[in-house]
């Protein structure tokens, strides 16, 4: 499966972005989609993931109530909406996917085999 990650930007804080994967090559059905982040000297990690089979979802705490993950079978895209952006929010998003991931593994990059490009946010006044 291929991905292709958009909408990254340059918003103020408190303003909203929504970024998008979409994959091709394969449905994504079976798939957990993983919203990733990763500044510079810091791992990646997880900010938001979704599993499409049984739609369960992870949010990290400091996203949770502001990002929600969702996904448009019908367009084999899944969606990262993003509000009430802060600073620290700052950074390059990935979107990955993998189809043999066990729950417990969903918010680690290590279980994704399969990677977009990366999307730049930047949240600055």
């Known amino acids: 499966v291929q991905l292709q990650a958009s909408g990254g930007g340059l918003v103020q804080p408190g303003e909203s972005l929504r970024l998008s994967c979409e994959a091709s090559g394969s449905t994504l059905d079976y798939y957990a989609i993983g919203w990733f982040r990763q500044v510079p000297g810091k791992e990646r990690e997880g900010a938001a993931c979704?599993?499409?089979?049984?739609?369960?979802?992870f949010y990290a705490g400091s996203v949770k109530g502001r990002f929600i993950i969702s996904a448009d079978k019908s367009k084999n895209t899944v969606s990262l909406q993003m509000n009430s952006l802060k600073p620290e929010d700052t950074a390059v998003y990935y979107c990955?996917?993998?189809?043999?991931?066990?729950?417990?593994?969903?918010?680690?990059?290590?279980?994704?085999?399969?990677w977009g490009q990366g999307t730049q946010v930047t949240v600055s006044s």
């Open positions: 979704f599993s499409l089979n049984d739609e369960r979802t």
């Open positions: 990955a996917a993998d189809d043999t991931i066990i729950l417990s593994s969903i918010r680690f990059p290590s279980a994704y085999d399969y």
